[in-house]
């Protein structure tokens, strides 16, 4: 049998081999900690301060109880063991299992650490969304089961909505699984001293997210050149082929917002500078691109090697990532690399030394935060050594202090509008205004329909700054009819996503020149929207066109999001949570309160059904008026799928006239 002490509104439950302690973790959430260790440690990761709130603990014998709000836990003595059930406006939402011995959840690492289970009874019947980007089919993961890892085309973000009304998040950095089978909810670390996790629960998937927010942080609001359209591609070679595309798109009136300078335009990896044979005057290059109304972005990568001139002072200075057992390299890529550390404070204030130095001196104020996860090879993290501990324990926060990095060093030259374009998140990142991408996908309607369920879970887990390759990044042949649908397709997708972004690796065209011969890294076919055949081009341009004229619309709501949580793009769910259709809808969304939009997402498909829930719909193509439930619809390759709620300001921006 277990002891129970009650410490202000505090329960703690005290048995052989663990301790558990169960708080409030301000409003409408309740925190549990539970370890092996003599006590609780209070590190709280990336979480935020809580907010005051008033909870109430009561105990009986061998039970105890915490009310927080709408939530609430209670504890109790079973036979070997204990029972932890959470409930929502008294209705019960989770209920831990047992199989075997207890202390079976706990699997000695070493030290103070253990590889930790925490297993769930299955509801039958729950939905169950986010947990973060990867390329597979199921928005909701119920039925699922997956590792917690970064890797690229895989952001790792442990924190899900559940149809049942509650948010839950696994507040543990290290590496490890989760499972939703129909026999149990299973989250599990690698290696850690505790496990550590909060339920939360709002009126509604809106409040919900609201309060996630309050745990981990609100995105900035959008600047308004972010809303724009961003044309990037593998890769410029030179300042002039950059300015060269610039020019072009001013030329013909189709407004850029941004334009990227993709990565090997440096020495060195490890430099962070511009290549001067290339790239020779940077600030005058960054001067014509402000002319022409468009923002430089620039790719850094965080590998380093002794080549590099960097690499002495911050391997001195333990500034690297390291490895436990062998040599530095941890990555193959023109020669073994390893990654800074960003967890140590002294590696971010060195690095942004180096960017300003480099690329803020001359304007450039935005940054693509590539191999964020970081990539390394082989994915074991228990070899690396970061600054705040073994990578076993620790390791998926990386995303976090790289995006933190450049934001704090944004701050400190009097900066309000910070974007990072990176390729990993962890929970928080969104507070570093941190546009995370799913990294390098396949150019195919199978990637493309993947892209929307990662964009839908994404937002769940409160990152409302998201985007993909417009076009997919590898494998793209523009030559062909396959690929001049698909970018038609995927242009219409990226019209209604948080951030609209052209790139990819593109084959090499017939006949193509080299511009630059000898160049390290040379640049893949073409990739402007002059590059997909006449017959896409003007389509492409008035989707940027249209892009321009819903900005007020898109900025009115990031705003929103950076107020409240609620994201631009969100499942149909969340606007409409009494619709019990709208929980199995992963192929149409919401974008913004007041659009609907379904894309096209199979080769050669021009019709679709569309579930419209009750209310006045709008099609933007025709006028038509539609009312609630299905909607059989046509949209040949050059026309897109999408309702405006009747009455909505935002219906006029549809309309070309």
Known sequence: MGKINITNDRIQYTMRDELVVIEPYGPDCVRVRATRCGSVSDEGWTLMPPE????????????????????????????????????????????????????????????????????????????IYGLGQEQQDYFDRKGCAGELLHYNTKSSLPVIYSSLGYGFFWNNPSPGRWEFTNNHTLWQADSSAQADYLVFAGDGPAETMKIYCRLTGFSPEMPEWAAGFWQCKLRYESQDDLLEVARRYHELGVPVDAIVIDYFHWTEQGDWDFDPELWPDPKAMCDELKSLGIRPVVSIWPTINPASRNYRPMNDENMLVRTENGQY??????????????????????????????????????????????????????????YLGNGAQMAMLYPYYYAKTFYDGLKSEGETEIVSLTRAAWPGSQRFGAVVWNGDIPSTFEALYQSIVSGLSMSVCGIPWWNSDIGGFHQGDTESDYFRELIVRWFQFGLFCPVMRLHGARKRMTGQIDRHPGVKE????????????????????????????????????????????????????????????????????????????????????????????????????????????????????????????????????????
């Open 52 to 127: 005051e709130c008033a909870a109430a603990v009561t105990a009986d014998g061998g039970r105890a109880e915490i009310k927080n709000g709408r939530v609430s836990a209670e504890i109790y003595d079973v036979w070997g063991g204990y029972r932890l059930v959470f409930y929502k406006d008294g209705r019960e939402i989770l209920r831990t299992k047992e199989e075997g011995d207890p202390v079976r959840r706990y699997e000695h690492r070493g030290g103070d650490c253990y590889k930790i289970t925490a297993l769930f009874e299955a509801n039958g019947g729950e939905h």
């Open 329 to 386: 390299g941890i990555f193959d890529f023109y020669g073994q690399q390893t990654f800074i550390d960003p967890t140590n404070p002294r590696t971010r204030e060195y690095v942004w030394e180096q960017v300003k130095k480099s690329y803020y001196s001359y304007g450039i104020k935005t940054f693509w935060l590539d191999e964020a996860e970081p990539e390394v090879h082989p994915q074991q993290f228990g070899n690396l050594r970061f």
């Open 522 to 657: 040379r640049s893949g076919g073409d990739n402007e929207i002059w590059s997909f055949g006449e017959k896409n081009y003007p389509v492409l341009r008035d989707l940027i066109l249209l892009r321009e004229r819903l900005k007020p619309y898109i900025l009115k709501h990031m705003k929103a999001a950076a107020e409240t949580g609620a994201p631009l793009m969100r499942p149909m769910f969340f606007d409409f949570p009494e619709d019990g259709v709208c929980y199995g809808l992963s192929d149409q969304y919401m974008f913004g309160p007041d659009i609907l939009f379904a894309p096209i997402y199979r080769q050669g498909q021009t019709d679709r059904r569309v579930y419209l829930p009750e209310g006045r719909w709008i099609r933007t193509l025709d006028g038509t008026v539609h009312g609630g439930g299905y909607a059989d619809c046509h949209a040949e390759t050059h026309e897109f799928i999408a309702f405006v709620r009747d009455g909505a300001d935002v219906l006029g921006a549809f309309d070309r006239k």
